[in-house]
């Protein structure tokens, strides 16, 4: 079903001032960028250390997010919104005229099973656990294990698709940001063909290879800093 560009008063349109998305370099939150690129639309981006949880001006990001996650969006009217699902959802319904979510019942529910499904089975049951440094090689071998069906799963939806859904979505630039943790895990993604083809494609975008470029920049400056610090 082919989306559609539905008018709302729900959500303001921003022209008076930009969101502000707070970021970690590659984390999740680079979904979010990839979105406002997208949709050609202004923003501030105020990079958090993961470390440190201070902003690159010093301030306390606990302030901002008690928990001290990534992503988190200041809205036009100061609010502050946090997890990715949420933002991204928000980010497209907030700018309509990028067309980065159905807006149909049933196209907004297919919508919320695959950032649910990145979001949960992907990110969180799989790549966190083989990305986290302080995790234990039996967590990492259970997560690497799962990670079969899961992907199996994408996979299979993925073949003879351009999208998880009509055309490009908020769903798709989660998935791209998770698929990116790749190459720093065990998990090979040239075994899956239409999940590799589906990144590599995904990746040409314009709004996509913008965020992966100016990110990769910056991650690769934080861990100089951090090879640094006493």
């Known amino acids: 079903m082919p ?7 729900r959500f303001h349109v921003l022209e008076d001032r ?12 680079a979904a979010t960028r ?26 306390n990001y606990l302030e901002v997010h008690p ?31 990028a067309n980065l979510a159905p807006t149909d019942p049933r196209g907004l529910a297919r919508l919320q099973q695959w950032l649910s499904f990145i979001g949960t089975e992907l990110h969180k ?3 966190a656990p083989l990305l986290d440094s302080a995790g234990t090689e039996g967590g990492r071998a259970y997560a690497l294990a799962k990670s079969t069906p899961r992907l199996a799963y994408v996979e299979q939806h993925l073949t003879g698709r351009e999208f ?3 055309r490009f979505s908020v769903a798709d630039a989660y998935l791209v940001t998770v698929l990116g943790w790749c190459v720093a895990t065990p998990i090979e993604l040239k075994k899956w063909p239409a999940l590799s ?8 975008r314009p709004g996509v290879a913008k965020a992966f470029a100016e990110e990769r920049v910056m991650y690769l400056a934080e861990l100089e800093k951090r090879k640094a610090r006493p």
């Open 164 to 166: 998880l859904l009509e």
């Open 197 to 204: 083809a589906y990144f590599a494609r995904l990746s040409e």
């Open 34 to 59: 990839m979105c406002l690129y997208e949709a050609g639309t202004e923003a501030t981006y105020i990079e958090v250390d993961s470390k440190t949880k201070r902003t690159h001006d010093g301030k």
């Open 67 to 97: 928990l001290g996650l990534v992503p988190a969006l200041r809205t036009d009217d100061g609010d502050v919104l946090t997890e990715n699902a949420a933002i991204l959802q928000y980010v497209a319904q907030a700018l309509p005229h």
């Open 125 to 127: 049951a799989t790549f």
């Open 3 to 9: 989306f559609v560009v539905a008018k709302t008063t």
């Open 18 to 29: 930009p969101m502000q998305l707070y970021f970690s370099p590659l984390a999740c939150s």
